[in-house]
């Protein structure tokens, strides 16, 4: 795998340099009062750049009225599966690189084991493939190499993204039925959860669609990240250019949680309207943009030999 930044502008280097800094000192300061063996053991593998910021490929919008701005997006691979619990191990890590002042970039972090990489890698997911091929290795504990990839044949491809898109998008469809169906009683609490729903399976479909891999994360904004990386066109559906508009969608991202167990979560008609109309055109772009990745697969199905 590569390891070279020299692609990067110097202060890019310098915050993901601050970054493997963070990650490791979170991550030691999440194990100190482990007793478990599998605590006491627990390493940091890799860590590897992946996506836009990898391929050359990023985007920096924050200057102009769409505002857009790519993550760094961070494949972590550690000893153990019991290390890649989020909300345990990595979401102080997570936290501390959104506030600090040094890191100017947003940066999505996914956490898997080095055997859950592996096994994907040997059943072709593309999404890991891509990073084996395309990533950066910004630290590494041994220099043992990610399994080589077995790719899948455009049938299997085919096959596979087809049975996500019939899976996956009718939830999102009738999440945001049932939130329209709330919002007509007034029950904005369960509203706010189904349309988090909704938008969190619009985000599932697309990602399994075109990488076979969504992360187990009800966080919207990591999961519209991973998205807008994929296609840039789904960036439009939420303008960043207002500061209501992003306020909205940061409450409809804790109602997850909280508009199931908080007393205090409040959510207002005026901003389901606009999350309501949103989630209708993510649906809308999603599956046009998964109608598209499937016809091309399609097309390199019966080509490929018999």
């Known amino acids: 795998m590569k390891t070279s930044l020299d692609h990067l502008p110097h202060r890019k280097q310098r915050e993901l340099a ?28 890799k860590i590897i750049l992946f996506g836009s910021y990898a391929r050359g490929t990023w985007v920096d919008e924050s200057h102009t009225k769409k505002g857009y701005k790519s993550d760094y997006d961070l494949l972590i691979v550690v000893n153990s599966r019991k290390l890649t619990d989020f909300s345990t191990y990595w979401h102080k890590a997570q936290d501390r690189l959104m506030h600090l002042p ?6 999505s972090l996914i956490v898997h084991s080095r055997r859950e990489v592996n096994t994907a890698l040997y059943d072709g997911q593309y999404f890991f493939v891509e990073i084996r091929r395309d ?19 455009p049938a299997d491809a085919l096959r596979i993204a087809t049975g996500y898109f019939e899976d996956r998008l009718p939830h999102a469809k009738t999440f945001v039925e049932g939130t329209q169906f709330f919002v007509s009683r007034r029950r ?26 969504s992360p187990a994360s009800h966080n919207l904004r990591h999961l519209r990240g991973l998205g807008e990386e994929r296609d840039y066109r789904i960036a439009e559906v939420w303008p960043r250019d207002q500061h209501q508009h992003f306020a909205w969608f940061n409450i409809l991202n804790e109602a ?40 091309r697969l399609r097309k390199q199905a019966k080509e490929e030999p018999d």
């Open 18 to 45: 601050r970054i493997v800094e963070v990650l490791h000192e979170e991550f030691e300061d999440a194990l100190k009062e482990g007793t478990a063996d599998f605590k006491k053991r627990g390493r940091i593998l």
């Open 102 to 107: 040094e890191i100017r970039t947003p940066v």
């Open 135 to 153: 990533g950066i290795v910004l630290y590494e504990l041994d220099d043992e190499p990610l399994a080589e990839p077995r790719p899948r044949t």
């Open 188 to 213: 904005y609490k369960e509203a706010a959860f189904l349309l988090h729903q909704s938008i969190e399976q619009a985000y599932a479909a697309l990602l399994l669609v075109l990488t076979s891999y």
């Open 256 to 295: 997850y949680v909280k508009a199931r167990y908080s007393e205090h979560y409040e959510i207002s008609e005026e901003a389901l309207a606009w999350l309501v109309e949103r989630a209708h055109r993510l649906i809308a772009e999603v599956e046009a943009i998964c109608v598209e990745h499937l016809e």
